[in-house]
């Protein structure tokens, strides 16, 4: 048994999807169901017992005590997290409250269970907390990508929280003992993505017949890493890394935000041709740039290779034709996502659950 918090997310969801493809171990699916939590995501697992949906947050500390000694997990895997940086912008509470208290209500329930446990137990326990690369700040054009010991230097309202959670657990670890994993990971993308990021809102904003929003100039240089690639390092580091240490898992796929796009559009312009002929990419707009805009990240994944033999699958070539062929083949998916249908959904398959588990 496994505990998983914010796996009703983008990535979380994913990892979950890949958990149940690759090993029959149960799952406890914590998910405070935000904007972005989206449970029709795991619709594929209704009926499957050994998937447990719990509907709470990281920040109740009754609840995770009542989980963690229920369940007796061997590992908790943190997606838990407000992630999105103009968000944070705009209204950075929610970040500090989730990504910094959250994480550190989540750590005090887990250091309580782990010193409950038998000692070969408390031996193989694991915590895995999952962060990002936005945490090292930015890169100029030709500095060396990121690796593990770079500085932390955040920039945005989200990535301080997120480098404030990486320290707490650096702490749990070095104070207290607790076997602690931290991964950074780069851009990821892929299916069930909420379409505020980049790559969903393109895709939803061309077929949608609207205009594609490119900060400032478009230069922004990121490192793309598909989804399951991401869900198959976490896995990876979690039964073979280190206690204590901390992985950078990337793509090795550096793109500029306008390059992606145009790659978008010609995909596009191949599967779902608009109906005037025309490139979506005539749908390109420039708008201005977001305050502190980071201009590159880059993120240097020698460590888990040579380590733990893992490297990424997909190239950006292969990963982002699947995600635009994904997205074409899940309109039903977008259409409730973006008008909110999927919440009415989730009241009506999980409504039962959630009462239960609130007692």
Not at 23 to 49: I, P, R, S
Not at 313 to 318: A, G, R
Not at 325 to 331: E, P
Request: charged share 20%; glycine share 8%.
């Amino acid at each position: 048994m496994i505990l998983v918090t914010g796996a009703a997310g983008f990535i979380g969801s994913n990892f979950v999807l890949d958990w149940f493809e690759t090993n029959n171990e149960a799952v406890v699916n914590l998910d405070k169901l935000t904007y972005a939590g989206n449970l029709q995501n795991l619709a594929g697992l209704q009926g499957n017992d050994k998937h447990i949906f719990v509907h709470g947050d990281i920040g109740d500390s009754a609840l995770l005590t009542k989980l963690l000694s229920e369940h007796k997990p061997r590992a908790v895997v943190n997606f838990a997290a407000e992630s999105h940086v103009d968000r944070s912008i705009h209204g950075p509470e929610d970040f500090i409250q989730t990504n910094i208290v959250g994480t550190f209500h989540l750590l005090e329930a887990v250091r309580t269970y782990w010193n409950s446990l038998p000692e070969k137990e408390k031996q193989d326990f694991r915590f895995l907390h999952v962060s990002t690369d936005e945490v090292y700040g930015s890169l100029g054009a030709d500095e060396p990508a990121f690796t593990e010991k770079h500085q932390y230097e955040p920039n945005s309202p989200y990535s301080a929280s997120k480098a404030a959670s990486d320290h707490l657990v650096r702490a749990y670890h070095h104070t207290y003992g607790l076997p602690v994993l931290t991964t950074n990971c780069s851009n990821n993308y892929g299916p069930y993505h909420f379409p505020e990021k980049l790559i969903p809102l393109v895709i939803h904003n061309a077929l949608a017949g609207k205009s594609l929003p490119i900060y400032g100039d478009g230069q922004q240089i990121r490192d793309w890493l598909y989804v399951k690639d991401h869900c198959s390092a976490i896995r990876r580091v979690l039964e073979a890394g280190a206690v204590g240490e901390v992985y950078n898992v990337g793509g090795w796929n550096e793109n500029p935000n306008l390059e992606v796009v145009n790659t978008l559009c010609a995909i596009l312009d191949e599967l779902q041709p608009r109906t005037d002929g025309e490139s979506y990419a005539k749908q390109i707009t420039y708008v201005k740039d977001r305050p502190g805009h980071d201009k590159r990240y880059a993120i240097d994944a020698s460590k888990i290779e040579r380590e733990l033999g893992w490297k990424p699958v997909e190239t950006f070539e292969t990963g982002i034709k699947k995600t635009v062929q994904w997205y074409l083949d899940n309109q039903d998916w977008v259409t409730n996502i973006t008008t909110g249908v999927y919440r009415d959904w989730v009241q009506t398959q999980y409504s039962a659950v959630d009462k239960s588990n609130a007692k």
